[in-house]
C-alpha cells in the first residue's frame, strides 16, 4: 500500500515561492500518474498537476500553467511541486494523490 507524506508548506508573501515535497512509500500500485491537489476552506478540492513515473510527463490545470513546475527525483522516491509567483487565491492544504493513497496534506498560506 502506497503511503504519501507531504512537507514544505508555510506561510509567503504575495509574489513568493515555495516548494512542496511528496515522499512515497510501500507503493505497489501500478498507476502511472501522481499528482497534486489542494483545497481552500471552504471550497472543493481541486486537481493542480501531475506527473508520470514511466516517463516524466506533466500535465497541470490551468491554475498552475506557467507558475507551478511539478518534478520527481525517482532515486528519493519524492515529487515536487515548485510554485512561483504565489498569489492569495493560492491558499490552501495542498495534498498529494497516487492511486487511492493520499497524504495528509500541507498548508499553504499567501499573505502578507
Known amino acids: 500500500q502506497v503511503q504519501l507524506v507531504e512537507s514544505g508548506g508555510g506561510l509567503v508573501q504575495p509574489g513568493g515561492s515555495l516548494t512542496l515535497s511528496c515522499v512515497a512509500s510501500g507503493f505497489t500500485t501500478s498507476d502511472n500518474v501522481m499528482n497534486w491537489y489542494r483545497q481552500a476552506l471552504g471550497k472543493e478540492r481541486e486537481w493542480v498537476g501531475g506527473i508520470s513515473v514511466n516517463n516524466w510527463s506533466t500535465s497541470y490545470a490551468d491554475l498552475a500553467v506557467g507558475r507551478f513546475t511539478i518534478s520527481r527525483d525517482s532515486a528519493k522516491n519524492t515529487m515536487y511541486l515548485q510554485m512561483n509567483n504565489l498569489e492569495p487565491e493560492d491558499t490552501a492544504m495542498y495534498y498529494c494523490?497516487?492511486?487511492?493513497?493520499w497524504g495528509r496534506g500541507t498548508q499553504v498560506t499567501v499573505s502578507s
Open positions: 494523490n497516487w492511486a487511492r493513497a
